[in-house]
Every structure is written in C-alpha cells, then in structure tokens.
C-alpha cells in the first residue's frame, strides 16, 4: 500500500474546491483519508451546511471500506438495497451508496486513500474529486465500469 502525503491531501481539497467554483456549484465540504480510513485534510466551505462533513467522511470511507468508488457502491446498493442498509451500522464513519466518493490511487494503481465530497448533486460532487485528485497527480478510481 503506497502512502498520502499531507501536501497531497491539501492540494486535492484546495483543487476540488477551486473546480466546484469555476463551475459554480454549491458550497461544499471535502475530506481526504488515507488508506487506513485516518483523516489527512477536510475543508468545508462558509455556507455548506453543517452535516457536510459527516456526509463526505461516509461517502471517502464506504469506498474504503468496500474497496471500490462510488458508483460501484452505488450500482451494488441497487441490487442488494438490504446489505448496503445494514453496513451503515456496521462501517464506523458510514457508508453512502453514490458517487462523491473516490478512491486515490498512485500511478503503480496501489491504494493511497479516499475523498469524499458533499454538497452539490453527487455527480457533481465527483466531478470536483475527480480534479483535485489528477491536479495532485494521482489517479481517481471513481468505481465506474471500465
């Protein structure tokens, strides 16, 4: 398993906010976790509401827990709605079947960690993981079918 720096973790967060407003988006709240599910940086934006942060944590930390992004989770939960239901229960930081969670990998494809992002739609949401994610130079592992 490869390693997330600090300096790394701050430019996804600084970046994915920089890209939520250039689009415009909703305010919003990032988190970025390292492999172990430990917070490495959150930042959440003056008018994002206050449970933004507890949805982006979930949302980085399902992924992590499960071993695949967001839209996987997503497509799983449609299948087996009951399972996904009983992991919110299970997984400490939570579990949130959307996109808004991706994975971090680095260009060996090892794991490094997780962002999750919350405060616009989902898709949305990726988008800006998406950006800040490749502006770290890392690669995004969103859990869409390849």
Known sequence: MGSLSLAQAGKIVDEALAEARRRSFS???VVVLDAGGHAVALKREDAASSGRPAIATAKAAGCLS???GGREIARRAQIVPAFFDALATIFPQGILPV???????DAAGALVGAVGISGD???NDEVC????ILAAGLKAD????P
Not at 142 to 145: E, H, R
């Open 129 to 132: 993981a998406v950006a800040g």
């Open 142 to 145: 969103t859990g869409a079918a």
């Open 66 to 68: 499960m071993g695949f």
């Open 99 to 105: 996109p808004g969670g991706v994975l971090i990998r």
């Open 27 to 29: 305010p919003l709240c």
């Open 121 to 123: 739609t989902s898709d």
